[in-house]
């Protein structure tokens, strides 16, 4: 049982599982916007290998922080300073592999993720007045995880296939804005989770402002909204079919009962295993009934 729990840990704490997840939802756009996969491989792999690079800077970076570590140790945090050195070769070798899978793909997917990998630098590097990150921002946090996954899942095969131009179709926008309304769902939890660290280090964020409960609510009803859209994208635009949206029926289902369950209390498998295994389930879902 040990070898198992430490084995789910790794896997969980090194950021492999989330750059799973998002890499998973990216190749869901694949089969929800019928783009053909010929370079469907080198698009999958630039997306997991930067996720996997971009989330292990942010959490080295914020390692030196003194002031975290005395404050926020815990299990995650501890594995981590136990690997830092493990981590880090391991982060340099996912950075030169994500410029081995970007040379090969279109120049459109290039100038897309210059602005994206800048940003995601600048998310934990106090650049702004006093001297804060974009992080620190009010009520930040959460959007621009929001938006930054959406535009990787999403944006990122419809512009190597189709350009810029692609961005515009109907089916896409409303594609993007579906995964935008569901991360941002998901990762309402997080703030639950991080409350005590943000109060304390002046962060505002949603569940400070309107507490815990109505943050569920919140999150709650953006999965409802959520569903409701894909019903649309099925009945009446006829962009999904009936097994597509079966599918994320029962998975949007899924998720609700486990938000439900959020709490300060939860441990950090709860959120960086099970809420964000929900994207793992949305597109297992969509595999599952589409093939």
């Not at 970007?102 to 630098?121: A, D, R």
Request: aromatic share 14%; proline share 3%; net charge positive.
């Amino acid at each position: 049982m040990r070898p198992l729990i430490y084995l789910i840990r790794s896997l969980v704490y090194s950021n492999l599982f989330i750059s799973i997840c998002i890499t998973a939802l990216a190749h869901q756009t694949y089969i929800l916007l019928k783009i053909p996969q010929e370079d469907c491989f080198n698009v999958l792999a630039l997306i997991f290998c930067s996720t996997f690079f971009t989330y292990n800077f942010q959490r080295i970076y914020r390692l030196r922080s003194v002031d975290l570590l005395g404050r926020l140790i815990g299990i995650r945090l501890g594995w981590m300073i136990r690997n830092r050195r493990k981590l880090f070769f391991a982060s340099v070798f996912s950075v030169l592999m994500s410029f081995v899978f970007l040379i090969q793909l279109s120049i459109h997917v290039f100038l897309l993720i210059i602005p994206l990998s800048l940003f995601s630098m600048l998310y934990v590097i106090p650049f702004l007045p006093g001297k804060k990150a974009i992080r620190n921002l009010p009520f930040a946090k959460i959007f621009i995880i929001s938006v930054v996954w959406s535009v990787v899942m999403v944006a990122i095969p419809v512009v190597n296939y189709n350009g810029f131009q692609g961005i515009l179709k109907d089916s896409t926008v409303l594609l993007f804005l579906e995964q935008l309304i569901f991360i941002f769902a998901i990762t309402l939890p997080f703030d639950v989770r991080d409350l005590r660290y943000d109060m304390e280090s002046n962060i505002k964020t949603i569940p400070s402002s309107i507490g815990i409960k109505n943050t569920i609510t919140l999150s709650h009803v953006l999965l409802i909204v959520f569903l409701v859209l894909k019903w649309i994208q099925y009945y009446s635009l006829g962009q999904l079919t009936l097994s597509q949206f079966v599918a994320t029926a029962i998975t949007t289902s899924l998720t609700f009962i486990i938000i439900a369950f959020t709490s300060r209390k939860r441990g950090e498998l709860f959120f960086t295993g099970l809420v964000d295994g929900t994207m793992i389930l949305m597109y297992l879902g969509i595999l599952y009934l589409e093939y």
